[in-house]
Each structure stands twice: as C-alpha cells, then as structure tokens.
C-alpha cells in the first residue's frame, strides 16, 4: 500500500455561491478509486481550517485539499506550513484567484479528478505583519472593500462590485512611507498591493506579470482614483495589461517596510484582518508545496 495516494479533503461548507452542491459525493463519483485513498473533514468554524490541515499533514496525508474560496485556501495553506503535506484546491468560492493562477480546473468534477494523478511545485509565501498570504494581500481601498463585502450578506462577483461603487465614492487616499531596498518613497495610499500571484481572482489581474516562485513580490500602487483612472484601472484588471496602463506604479521586491498617517485596512488574500499604521512585509521562497494539474505523481 505504499503507493497509494492519501488525500484529505477539507470542506468549508458555507464557503461559495452555490452551497447546495454535496461536494462529498462528487469526490466519491469523481475520484478514481485505483491507489487513493482520501477522507473528507467539515470545517465548523472561521480558523478550523488551520487546525484540520495542521492535523491531517500529522495524520501522513499526502495532499490536503481546501474545499472552498480564497479564505478557506489561506486557512489550509498555513496549517501546511513547515508540514510534508501538498495544498491542493477544490475552488468553491466567488473568486478562486490561487486555484486560476495554478490552473486548476474551476469545474469541481474535473478538478477532483485531476487530483489522482497531480503534480507538485513549490511556491512563495508572503508575510504581511507575520499573516501568511498566498495570493495577494493589501492594504487601503482593496481591503476597505473587502471589509464590507464580508458583512454584506451576499456573495459573488456582482455583490463585490456593487460594494466597490459604492465606496469609491466614498473613500480618501492616506499619506504613507514605503521602504523598499533602502529607499524611502513618500506618497499617497489608495491603494497598495503585494502580489505574489498575478490576480485577486476572478480573473481580475492586479499584477499579470507576477511570478508565484521567483522569489519576488510584485507591489502595484495607486495614489489616488479620480474617475477616468478609475476606468482606466478596471479596464486594466480586467484585461490583464493594468502595468502598461500607466494607471499604477510597480515595484518588485522581497521585503517592504510602509509607515501610514492613520491607521489602514489590511486584507490577506481576500480576507479582511484589521486595522494597522505599520506594515512589515516578506516573501518566503518556496516555502509551501502544492499539488497543480498534471500526470505524474
């Protein structure tokens, strides 16, 4: 039995837009059956994730998979730290911005199915105030609108851009420093995201040309967002060509230091954490192993 392939499914049952969907037993008709071995385990409650992941890479699974959205990800991918165990992903959520930088297949039948045969890379990790992020983390309006989206009742691309509306109208950019390979650039704070991989999700590209193990984070700045940027930025997410825009500014580094005038939001992939006026930020390379789509295990 030394082959068989040991997965672990962990399964954030009130993660997504689609909620009725009965995940386990699309695992037991998807999964083929030859030399996997897998258990399913519910989620109950905001951070169980980390405990499960953390026990099930002790229990010797070899992938443990995040059954959910972005926060679920985050909570699975940090219980694997420092562990022998693969992250693998199951995207259930309204973003799923890690699972389509890795190419994992959006459609659950296909995605479970993929998991028998998969293959694994190493990827960077950021570090946001000591907060493991995968994806992308960052601070102002991002993260403002993230703060309401979470209480905002409903999920899904269309909620989030009526909340981001919404507040556009309503939010002011904040003086900050940021100290970057020993050099300081003062300037305003719309917006000031770390990424590590290319987009937020939903194939919104906040830093196309961002590589998940190349050792850099790359920082994408906006200082302010009168209307016709304000344009110009959406069209560049959405297209995937927001550097060529001219509509931010972009610096790669491995470590950034930002000093705010008043306290700022701050999310990590997708998820709001709270409020701070200094930031400390890092990138661990290669510091998590994944299980992507492939033919050799």
């Given amino acids: 039995m030394s082959d068989t392939l040991r997965i672990c499914f962990l399964v954030n049952p009130n993660s997504g837009t689609n909620r009725r969907q009965d995940v386990p037993a699309l695992i037991a008709r998807y999964l083929p059956g030859e030399a996997v071995a897998y258990e399913v385990r519910l989620t109950q409650y905001a951070g169980h994730a980390v405990e499960l992941a953390r026990q099930a890479a002790a229990d010797g699974f070899r992938i443990v998979v995040a059954v959910g959205g972005d926060g679920t990800v985050n ?17 259930r959520g309204s973003g799923n911005g890690l699972a389509r930088h890795l190419r994992v297949p959006l459609a659950l039948p296909e995605a479970i199915r993929q998991l028998a045969t998969p293959a694994f890379q190493r990827i960077d990790v950021g570090y946001i105030n000591e907060r493991a992020f995968f994806c992308t983390a960052g601070l102002g309006f991002d993260a403002h609108v993230s703060k309401c989206f979470a209480v905002a009742g409903t999920r899904g691309l269309g909620t989030y851009v009526q909340v981001a509306l919404r507040e556009y109208r309503r939010y002011q950019p904040t003086p900050i420093q940021v100290t970057m390979q020993g050099n300081t650039l003062a300037t305003n704070c719309y917006m000031l995201a770390f990424a590590n991989a290319a987009q937020y999700g939903n194939n919104a590209y906040i830093a196309p040309l961002a590589d998940i193990a190349d050792g850099l984070l790359d920082l994408c700045l906006i200082d302010a967002l009168p209307l016709r940027r304000a344009v110009r930025v959406g069209i560049g997410l959405a297209l995937g060509n927001l550097p060529a825009s001219g509509a931010a500014v972009y610096h790669t580094c491995s470590q950034v230091r930002v000093q705010a005038a008043r306290a700022l939001g701050f999310h990590v992939d997708g998820d709001y954490v709270g409020d701070a006026r200094e930031f400390d930020v890092r990138l661990e390379p290669l510091a998590l192993e994944v299980a992507v789509p492939g033919q050799s295990r």
Wanted: proline share 6%; net charge neutral.
């Fill in 75 to 91: 909570e699975v991918g940090r219980g694997l730290l420092g562990t022998a165990a693969a992250l693998g992903i199951l995207p």
